[in-house]
């Protein structure tokens, strides 16, 4: 089984609507991130958390909110979809060794959302 | 300017030849490199990891950084159509966020 999940893979939806993206991870690590991907821009950070009772906003944040409901949980929201949200999303997971440094992240095989 | 700048390509090369990637970078706080591939419709995996300066080689890839540049390189020897991916360098200072450049699309033919 993957160690990083996300749902759902794909999902077409309106403007306007409210949508939800959910990531599960098994790796037992505190540090849970959200990008996105667009082509030429790269990975674009929209949220991260530490650990459960830490949320921050990320390079992108506007138009989108987290809940981290628990350790292995992790979900984004965008409030009223649009257009310019249309982008593959991915889900990462990291842990810092006990010198501190952080360790690689793991990334969910990612949800294509097409925002009509 | 982005912290982290990398040549989108796309890069197109015959079976066997050495690809080099490269990344350039303006923050001197950062110390950990990283290149991540990541295949189409997945999601990226980490493939080298180098702190600090100096190379670090693994089977066919080598890593290089040269802090005093402030540019990172990628170079992978007698490549083969299943390095066809789109490469992604990654930076971080100490325990802090990572960055990404825009990656770069590598296509391999036979």
């Known amino acids: 089984d993957a160690d990083v999940t996300q749902t759902p893979r794909n999902r077409i939806t309106k403007t306007g609507k409210r949508i939800m993206l959910e990531c599960s991870q098994t790796k037992g690590h505190d540090r849970m991130y959200w990008y996105r991907q667009d082509p030429g821009l790269g990975l674009r950070l929209i949220y991260y958390s530490f650990d459960v009772k830490d949320i921050n906003k990320g390079e992108i944040s506007d138009g989108y909110s987290v809940s981290r409901q628990a350790q292995a949980k992790f979900s984004l929201s965008l409030e009223s979809a649009i257009p310019n949200q249309t982008a593959l999303y991915f889900c990462?997971?990291?842990?810092?060794?006990?010198?501190?440094?952080?360790?690689?992240?793991?990334f969910g095989p990612g949800t294509r959302l097409l925002v009509l | 300017q982005k912290e982290v700048e990398q040549d989108p390509g796309p890069l197109s090369v015959p079976e066997g030849a050495i690809v080099s990637l490269n990344c350039t970078y303006s923050?001197?706080?950062?110390?950990?490199f990283m290149w991540y591939r990541q295949y189409s419709r997945k999601g990226p995996e980490l493939l080298m990891y180098t702190y600090s300066s100096g190379n670090k080689e693994d089977g066919r890839f080598t890593a290089q950084v040269d802090k005093s540049s402030k540019y990172i390189s990628l170079f992978i020897r007698d490549s083969q159509p299943s390095d066809s991916a789109t490469y992604l360098c990654a930076m971080s200072a100490n325990g802090g966020k990572l960055i990404f450049g825009q990656g770069t699309e590598l296509s391999v033919k036979p």
């Open positions: 923050n001197s706080a950062f110390q950990y």
């Open positions: 990462a997971t990291s842990d810092l060794t006990l010198a501190g440094v952080q360790e690689t992240q793991y």
